[in-house]
């Protein structure tokens, strides 16, 4: 089955500092790869997704990229505020399959 | 417009004893998926609906557990003889399907957190 890899694990940047998350995984079919962002005590957030016909999207400070050939996807987050601390979390699933596989998560902190 | 809805949000109970959650989706959306969070982990993919028809469930779902959608709408999720390793957040999912629907957004409720003692 799938598998997704998420690092780094913990990820510490100043105030207005960039933030970049990335992920690979395994399996060539999948095709859509969003991204959620989870604060204590509330369930995940969809944040930005990505489906494989592109290569890029961005939605104000916060952009994604997929690499399909190497099978890795990014999250980059410009301009970090103090509200960015949360978990983030990638995901992927594969036409067919309905399932998100999701990987281990970013805990991101933004010292202000 | 109110999201996904899940209670009760916090469930204490012993080993051995039945619990059973509900989740309430998106109004207009017509699947509904379970998840399992332990701490520290990503969430992990239990079962989903598209309306009323339980259409995959994961290896992670014993006979333990049950899940059901009687009339496409809210679903309710069942775990007989509670184990302490069934300790972790129970989330809900709901998402979109159509023929003009390709992909996937599936948005999650707020959870329901379960401690086994």
């Known amino acids: 089955g799938e598998n997704v890899e998420q690092h780094p694990s913990t990820l510490s940047v100043q105030e207005g500092d960039s933030a970049v998350i990335k992920c690979t995984y395994s399996?060539?079919?999948?095709?859509?790869f969003p991204w959620y962002k989870q604060e204590l005590g509330k369930g995940p957030q969809l944040i930005i997704d990505?489906?494989?016909?592109?290569g890029e999207k961005k939605d104000q400070r916060i952009a994604v990229t997929l690499n399909k050939t190497a099978k890795h996807f990014s999250l980059h987050i410009t301009e970090t505020q103090p509200e960015d601390s949360a978990v983030y979390f990638c995901?992927?699933?594969?036409?067919?399959?309905?399932?998100?596989?999701f990987g281990s998560g970013t805990r991101l902190q933004v010292q202000p | 417009d109110t999201g996904v809805s899940q209670d009760p949000r916090h469930k204490i109970t012993k080993r051995g004893q039945n619990v059973t959650f509900r989740c309430d989706p998106i109004?207009?959306?017509?699947?509904l998926y379970w998840y399992r969070q332990t701490l520290g982990q990503g969430p992990e993919f239990l079962t989903y609906?598209?309306?009323?028809?339980?259409?995959?469930k994961s290896r992670l779902l014993s006979d333990r557990f049950s899940a059901e959608r009687p009339k496409g709408s809210f679903s309710t999720l069942e775990i007989q003889r509670t184990e302490q390793g069934d300790s972790a957040m129970y989330l809900c999912?709901?998402?979109?399907?159509?023929?003009?629907?390709?992909?996937?957004?599936?948005?999650f409720g707020p959870g329901t957190r379960l401690t086994v003692l």
């Open positions: 999912a709901s998402s979109l399907a159509g023929a003009s629907v390709t992909y996937n957004e599936q948005f």
């Open positions: 399996d060539s079919a999948s095709n859509y």
């Open positions: 990505i489906r494989s016909n592109v």
């Open positions: 995901a992927a699933s594969k036409a067919g399959r309905r399932a998100l596989t």
């Open positions: 109004s207009e959306h017509n699947r």
């Open positions: 609906f598209q309306n009323e028809a339980q259409l995959e």
